[in-house]
């Protein structure tokens, strides 16, 4: 049975190893390295210099070893070394480049800041592992780090690779909206990227920007709403909502010209896009909003119905449409009209209970608006509550 060791033993038994690491036999130093890694036999910090000498071992099996091993040491202590880690950025070998990348990007901004123009080099490595981790190390820099290499990461853009492409686009995105303005027009350029991923992370930087550095740049987001990929639409949908009522106005023909789109996520997507302005302004276009209440794709009658309510009251008669959702949104629409208060459309709220699929879910709706309007004061009269009482309660 083997005996547990205990804190005195294994500290004992870890500097015996760590000792054999400059033995003349290359299988030996080999082993002791791949030991310190993986043992976990006691703390490793007393024992950093011993590790970091092994950085230049000409074996590649030793230097391997020895760069992970430095990711078991804590950082404070492999910091005053970052020198020596940041002189193996060159190795031959790309495992223990990606190593030496990833430990210098968790330094900790002081000493990472140091050596950021070495690791934006890394992101032209021929191989994919440094490349990944030159992004996450990059990505743990501070604002004026992040800024004064802003420029090199730039020219990652123009990159081969497309998710390289993408990474450099979510590093720039890391800046604050004041430090991205002299990169607008390349990240523009960017929205006609043949990757996905890339297009719609270039929507998002430019709709995080602000309302009035985006503003110019509105037509170009507006765009991409006919983008063939979900992701990008969604990204142009949303940046749309952030750059506010004055840019967007601006646009808005743009936007409703797209109501008649061939393709039913265009549609869909311009409505969805519709729904960031004002009132004030949708009150202008609800004659093109109700064209889509006929729309063959109930997503886009549902987004239609949705404007409506906050345009006008035509939304009441597609409180029978055949799909449930939107005589849902219908619902809802006419309770946000307040249309139930007049007694006319009586008949119409008990048609939205009679012909929904979920009966209990709609009678739940229902009683909530007779609630709200029964109340004190309310507009309903006794005779109505009492038929709603006797037909579904």
Not at 45 to 73: F, G, K, N
Not at 183 to 201: F, H, T
Not at 274 to 286: D, F, I, K, Q, R
């Amino acid at each position: 049975m083997k005996r547990r060791l205990n804190n005195d033993t294994t500290t004992l038994a870890t500097g015996a190893i760590v000792g054999l690491q400059t033995d003349t036999d290359v299988d030996v130093r080999s082993l002791v390295e791949a030991t310190i890694t993986g043992s976990g036999l006691a703390p490793l910090e007393p024992h950093i210099i011993a590790i970091v000498a092994m950085l230049s071992d000409p074996v590649t099996d030793v230097r391997q070893d020895a760069v992970a091993a430095l990711q078991y040491i804590e950082q404070a202590t492999v910091a005053a070394h970052a020198g020596a880690i940041a002189g193996i950025l060159t190795d031959c070998d790309g495992f223990v480049r990606s190593c030496a990348v990833g430990v210098l990007g968790n330094l900790g901004h002081a000493a990472l800041a140091s050596h950021a123009g070495a690791i934006v080099g890394m992101l032209t490595d021929c191989d994919r592992g440094v490349r990944d981790s030159a992004v996450i190390s990059l990505g743990n820099l501070g604002q004026a780090a992040l800024t004064l290499h802003a420029g090199a990461i730039v020219g990652v853009l123009a990159y081969s690779d497309g998710l390289m492409r993408r990474a450099a686009v979510r590093l720039l995105g890391k800046l604050k909206p004041a430090a991205r303005t002299p990169y607008i027009d390349a990240m523009v350029c960017m929205l006609g990227d043949s990757e996905e991923g890339v297009r719609a992370e270039a929507v998002r930087w430019l709709g995080d920007l602000g309302r009035e550095a985006i503003a110019s740049h509105a037509g170009a987001i507006v765009s991409m709403l006919t983008d063939c990929e979900f992701g990008v639409r969604c990204a142009a949908v949303r940046a749309l909502g952030n750059i506010g009522h004055t840019a967007l106005t601006s646009t808005v023909s743009a936007i409703v010209g797209l109501f008649s789109h061939l393709a039913s996520y265009v549609r869909c997507a311009s409505v969805k896009a519709l729904g960031n302005l004002g009132h004030v302004v949708l009150a202008s276009y609800t004659d093109a909003i109700t064209g889509l209440l006929t729309d063959p794709v109930s997503d886009a009658r549902c987004k239609a119905v949705e404007l409506l309510a906050l345009a006008c009251s035509a939304v009441a008669n597609m409180i029978t449409d055949t799909d449930f959702y939107v005589r849902y949104e219908a619902g809802k629409a006419l309770l946000k009209l307040k249309l139930m208060r007049a007694r006319l459309h009586w008949a119409t709220a008990r048609a939205f209970v009679q012909v929904s699929l979920v009966r209990p879910y709609a009678i739940f709706w229902y009683a909530d608006v007779v609630v709200k309007l029964c109340a004190p004061g309310g507009v309903w009269a006794e005779r109505e509550r009492a038929a709603f009482e006797a037909e579904f309660i």
